[in-house]
């Protein structure tokens, strides 16, 4: 069975997931604005702590880009609830613990698959992907290659 990849220029697939609080996050809401989903392995790790304090550091130069995001990990709401308050997060984690979104976006594992993969994803006000930044031992990288995109695009228009 092959997993589903999204590609550059593709409409981004309506999901609900649950965010931190057990809200769900219908994904249609979002159209009219840039929306970052970065994809990260688990709650926690020194990783994940970098890529997170990152995406909360540049939050006001994003949202002042007319960026949504939204961190995405198999983990549960409870510890999403966690790690956004452990680390101060001004954004919302959606709990993708079945990981039907990581496949449906066809985000890779790593480490001979036993590692959920580090990906970011980018799209357009309409919905549409703009651009997808892999680097698993990059962290901090994901931050800085969506603000670029997205000012870069914005650039054009």
């Given at each position: 069975m092959t997993e589903n990849?999204?590609?550059?220029?593709?409409?981004l697939p309506h999901f609900i997931l649950n965010d931190e609080n057990h809200t769900p996050i219908n994904i249609a809401s979002l159209k009219?604005?840039?929306?970052?989903?970065?994809?990260?392995p688990k709650d926690n790790t020194p990783?994940?702590?970098?890529?997170?304090?990152?995406?909360r550091d540049s939050f006001d130069d994003l949202v002042e880009a007319g960026a949504v995001v939204y961190g995405v990990s198999?983990?549960?709401p409870?510890?999403?609830?966690?790690f956004k308050a452990k680390c101060h997060l001004p954004f919302s984690l959606l709990s993708d613990t079945g990981g039907?979104?990581?496949k449906l976006l066809g985000v890779p594992s790593t480490l001979f698959g036993l590692l959920p993969g580090r990906v970011t994803y980018i799209f357009n006000p309409e919905g549409q992907l703009i651009d997808v930044f892999k680097s698993q031992l990059s962290p901090e990288q994901h931050v800085r290659v969506a603000?670029?995109?997205?000012?870069?695009?914005?650039?054009?228009y």
């Open positions: 990849k999204l590609q550059i220029g593709d409409q009219g604005k840039y929306l970052i989903l970065y994809f990260y990783g994940c702590i970098k890529e997170a304090h990152s995406f198999s983990d549960k409870t510890s999403h609830a966690e039907e979104l990581r603000l670029r995109v997205i000012r870069k695009v914005k650039d054009v």
